[in-house]
């Protein structure tokens, strides 16, 4: 018998899991009575519970997916309906009503004259679509040289090996290489990181924008088919653009006839305060990929969304897009992504959002008075707090420093004291916040105080 067997500590959940699930993203070494894993079993509204019965305030909307909190019977209710009615039909040749319904809903609800809606399972495969049809477009308008995609350095956009060749993050993918040929990468908008713009944070615009240019021109505008953003780029720490980088990166994909593709598989449905980010960002892209809060979690799916520039030539007699996926459009799903977004809308979850934003920032702002507090930066319900050694020099920590904050600590120290949120080390250390869009000042001071206590631990071990 293993220790995890003999042990009475664990709940059942605990030990199934320490003993055969693969968990992701996670370090599966040592998870026994004294370190087990974690195992939420109920939630309602912004708060979880856990199978020890304690009650956690859900900082991270589970991971920026449940835009309308936990427990809405209303959409369980009509994701069960669908199943009992039609549990599961493809998107192959096919629709159902409820794929054809939230196609025509998210084409009105997007900028421009995104109007063609592509289903996925997630954002991964999304992105992992916007590159393929990037690269088919082009073939298909007499350029079939164009195929590269340029994205931001930190920058991630899912684990397909696609989607990982167009991630910003060597350590993740290290191990994993040889990706897909074809991704570069360009600086990012960190004005925290980029101190000469201190007090400039337009130019710091201007300049990464220029460096969009000078990758295409330098690989050769013949050979660049998109240019992948997020409207706040989520790894590195909820990074902000400024206003004139985004006009600017529009102008430059026009001039040399690249796709620009907003990555929005987070700052989508809400997180913002619109249904998509872009529009608040003054841009309309070619392409937009999204999934999490589509559904606020009451089932999986991701998307697609294409102008008509890019269909037009896929509408030519005999083209086809030989791509897809079997969840791609579930009829659950988008059962529960219409009555999410008739929720939302009815619940006005974006201007709630809109209302509210600064005061959860001015909230989080307060925690600038602890030693280890460098920045506190984002925008609507998507907030970084950047955890630095020397407050004077922004000196960041060294690997044994992360190691025991952001992997050793901060992750069960939060938890421990009632907060679920994600300490982070891709990027420079933060703490990110993005609870669902119900909270309200309330959680916002429940955040601010359990962070204060805990990071004023974690000093301690710096
Ligand atoms: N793109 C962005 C910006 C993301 O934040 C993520 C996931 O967090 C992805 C893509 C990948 O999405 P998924 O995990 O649904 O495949």
Same mark, same amino acid.
């Not at 974006?350 to 460098?374: E, H, M, S, Y």
């Given at each position: 018998?293993?220790?995890?067997?003999?042990?009475?500590?664990?709940?059942?959940?605990?030990?199934?899991?320490?003993?055969?699930?693969?968990?992701?993203?996670?370090?599966?070494?040592?998870?026994?009575?004294?370190?087990?894993?974690?195992?939420?079993?109920?939630?309602?509204?912004?708060?979880?519970?856990?199978?020890?019965?304690?009650?956690?305030?859900?900082?991270?909307?589970?991971?920026?997916?449940?835009?309308?909190?936990?427990?809405?019977?209303?959409?369980?209710?009509?994701?069960?309906?669908?199943?009992?009615?039609?549990?599961?039909?493809?998107?192959?040749?096919?629709?159902?009503?409820?794929?054809?319904?939230?196609?025509?809903?998210?084409?009105?609800?997007?900028?421009?004259?995104?109007?063609?809606?592509?289903?996925?399972?997630?954002?991964?495969?999304?992105?992992?679509?916007?590159?393929?049809?990037?690269?088919?477009?082009?073939?298909?308008?007499?350029?079939?040289?164009?195929?590269?995609?340029?994205?931001?350095?930190?920058?991630?956009?899912?684990?397909?090996?696609?989607?990982?060749?167009?991630?910003?993050?060597?350590?993740?993918?290290?191990?994993?290489?040889?990706?897909?040929?074809?991704?570069?990468?360009?600086?990012?908008?960190?004005?925290?990181?980029?101190?000469?713009?201190?007090?400039?944070?337009?130019?710091?615009?201007?300049?990464?924008?220029?460096?969009?240019?000078?990758?295409?021109?330098?690989?050769?505008?013949?050979?660049?088919?998109?240019?992948?953003?997020?409207?706040?780029?989520?790894?590195?720490?909820?990074?902000?653009?400024?206003?004139?980088?985004?006009?600017?990166?529009?102008?430059?994909?026009?001039?040399?006839?690249?796709?620009?593709?907003?990555?929005?598989?987070?700052?989508?449905?809400?997180?913002?305060?619109?249904?998509?980010?872009?529009?608040?960002?003054?841009?309309?892209?070619?392409?937009?990929?999204?999934?999490?809060?589509?559904?606020?979690?009451?089932?999986?799916?991701?998307?697609?969304?294409?102008?008509?520039?890019?269909?037009?030539?896929?509408?030519?007699?005999?083209?086809?897009?030989?791509?897809?996926?079997?969840?791609?459009?579930?009829?659950?799903?988008?059962?529960?992504?219409?009555?999410?977004?008739?929720?939302?809308?009815?619940?006005?979850?974006?201007?709630?959002?809109?209302?509210?934003?600064?005061?959860?920032?001015?909230?989080?702002?307060?925690?600038?008075?602890?030693?280890?507090?460098?920045?506190?930066?984002?925008?609507?319900?998507?907030?970084?707090?950047?955890?630095?050694?020397?407050? +004077?020099?922004?000196?960041?920590?060294? #690997? $044994?420093? *992360?190691?025991?904050? %952001?992997? @050793?600590?901060? &992750?069960?120290?939060?938890? +421990?004291?009632?907060?679920?949120?994600? #300490? $982070?080390? *891709?990027?420079?250390? %933060?703490? @990110?916040?993005? &609870?669902?869009?119900?909270?309200?000042?309330?959680?916002?001071?429940?955040?601010?105080?359990?962070?204060?206590?805990?990071?004023?631990?974690?000093?301690?071990?710096?």
């Amino acid at each position: 018998m293993t220790a995890l067997e003999q042990s009475t500590a664990l709940s059942p959940a605990a030990a199934a899991a320490g003993k055969h699930l693969w968990m992701h993203f996670a370090r599966m070494h040592g998870r026994d009575e004294q370190n087990p894993i974690p195992v939420i079993t109920r939630g309602e509204g912004v708060y979880l519970w856990d199978d020890r019965g304690r009650r956690i305030l859900d900082g991270l909307a589970g991971l920026f997916v449940v835009q309308a909190g936990h427990g809405r019977r209303e959409l369980a209710e009509v994701a069960a309906k669908q199943a009992a009615e039609l549990a599961y039909f493809p998107v192959w040749g096919y629709t159902t009503p409820p794929a054809a319904e939230l196609a025509e809903r998210l084409a009105h609800l997007a900028p421009g004259d995104l109007n063609r809606v592509f289903f996925t399972s997630g954002g991964g495969e999304a992105i992992e679509s916007a590159w393929k049809v990037a690269k088919q477009y082009f073939k298909l308008r007499g350029k079939p040289l164009k195929h590269k995609v340029i994205s931001r350095m930190t920058a991630y956009h899912g684990t397909p090996h696609g989607a990982m060749a167009i991630t910003g993050l060597p350590m993740m993918k290290k191990d994993f290489e040889p990706l897909a040929p074809g991704g570069f990468r360009v600086p990012n908008t960190n004005l925290y990181r980029h101190p000469e713009f201190d007090g400039d944070p337009e130019a710091l615009g201007r300049w990464a924008a220029d460096r969009v240019e000078e990758a295409i021109l330098f690989e050769g505008a013949d050979t660049v088919a998109a240019v992948v953003l997020e409207p706040v780029q989520n790894s590195g720490g909820c990074l902000t653009a400024p206003n004139s980088y985004f006009a600017r990166v529009r102008e430059i994909c026009d001039k040399h006839d690249v796709l620009m593709v907003s990555d929005e598989v987070i700052n989508a449905f809400g997180r913002h305060g619109h249904t998509f980010a872009c529009e608040k960002f003054g841009y309309v892209p070619d392409l937009i990929t999204c999934a999490k809060g589509m559904t606020s979690g009451y089932g999986p799916l991701g998307a697609m969304i294409a102008s008509e520039k890019v269909i037009e030539p896929f509408l030519a007699p005999g083209v086809t897009f030989p791509h897809g996926y079997t969840w791609g459009g579930h009829p659950v799903s988008a059962a529960a992504a219409l009555a999410n977004l008739d929720l939302m809308e009815r619940e006005g979850l974006n201007q709630r959002v809109l209302a509210n934003q600064d005061a959860f920032g001015d909230t989080l702002r307060k925690l600038l008075d602890l030693p280890i507090v460098g920045d506190v930066r984002g925008d609507g319900y998507f907030w970084a707090i950047e955890l630095v050694k020397d407050k +004077d020099t922004r000196e960041t920590f060294g #690997p $044994d420093e *992360r190691e025991r904050l %952001v992997k @050793q600590f901060l &992750p069960g120290a939060l938890f +421990d004291n009632g907060l679920y949120c994600r #300490p $982070d080390d *891709r990027g420079d250390v %933060v703490v @990110q916040l993005a &609870p669902p869009l119900t909270a309200g000042q309330t959680e916002f001071d429940a955040m601010e105080q359990i962070l204060r206590g805990t990071l004023e631990e974690a000093w301690k071990l710096v």
